[in-house]
């Protein structure tokens, strides 16, 4: 499995038709191919994120019927597990490098 910045670009959450996703997605650029990795514990559009190491951050975001979120969620690409926190403040719409 590949990690952050080791070949696949992941993609968290989004929204199809009007379904907001809680998907971890991975594309592989060199097999042009998409895998399911795991579900992030809530399902989030316009959120941030960013890898460190083997993890990556999702930070913020925005849930129909609960508004802008105030979560960190890291997911742990080896152990495939989500942590979650909380931060001081709702964010959305946000950018992390």
Excluded at 29 to 36: F, K
Excluded at 55 to 84: Q, W
């Amino acid at each position: 499995m590949d990690q952050p910045g080791q070949g696949s670009i992941y993609v968290l959450g989004g929204m199809f038709k009007a379904e907001i996703l809680s998907r971890v997605e991975a594309y592989d650029p060199p097999r042009n191919t998409w895998s399911t990795r795991s579900c992030f514990a809530t399902p989030t559009i316009r959120l941030s994120s960013g890898p460190v190491g083997d993890k990556i951050y999702a930070i913020g975001g925005f849930r129909r019927f609960m508004g802008e979120l105030a979560t960190v969620e890291e997911y742990d690409l080896p152990r495939c597990l989500v942590r979650r926190a909380a931060m001081h403040n709702c964010k959305s719409g946000i950018g992390s490098g």
